[in-house]
């Protein structure tokens, strides 16, 4: 059986008046990174916990994993500057899939990034409208409170330190 549902996303794009690979480096700064090899050993679920804890970095946010978005317009024989960022914690989609597996669809967050004009362009659709669609309070809730963890870690990376 197949079941088809329209969903309304709400798309974000943002610009920031910053260089390129400087809003990428400050971005990977403030991100701490995702180890996969907690996710082997959960004899010990505390320590786990703590793991994962250690990991966070900047607004609670950890990066997943990064794709050169821009390297395809090599075909083209051009160049572009795109990553494609994946971006989330995982006790924070835990704590939205033991609401309802199904949450786990939209976590880890994608985030593109890319070169417009002289500055950077982000894309992203906001967490709280992916999520929306289960239709539970506390999913919602942890949602928008994810919108602004990851809205404050983008501007965050924008800004001159």
Do not use: W
Request: aromatic fraction near 8%; hydrophobic fraction near 40%; include cysteine.
């Amino acid at each position: 059986m197949t079941t088809e549902r329209q969903l309304e996303l709400v798309h974000l794009t943002t610009c920031f008046d910053v260089d390129f690979e400087l809003y990428v480096s400050r971005l990977e700064k403030l991100l701490g990174r995702f180890d996969s090899t907690v996710m082997s050993d959960l004899k010990d679920p505390l320590d786990a916990v703590r793991r994962i804890e250690d990991m966070r970095g900047a607004h609670d946010l950890m990066l997943f994993g990064m794709q050169n978005h821009g390297a395809l317009f090599a075909i083209d024989g051009v160049h572009r500057n795109a990553i494609r960022f994946h971006i989330g914690n995982p006790l924070i989609a835990h704590e939205m899939a033991r609401e309802d597996i199904r949450a786990g669809l939209y976590a880890p967050l994608t985030v593109l990034v890319y070169q417009y004009e002289k500055g950077v362009r982000i894309d992203y659709d906001k967490p709280s409208s992916q999520f929306a669609q289960f239709e539970n309070q506390k999913i919602d809730e942890v949602a928008q409170a994810l919108d602004l963890k990851l809205r404050e870690l983008l501007e965050d990376a924008a800004r001159t330190p």
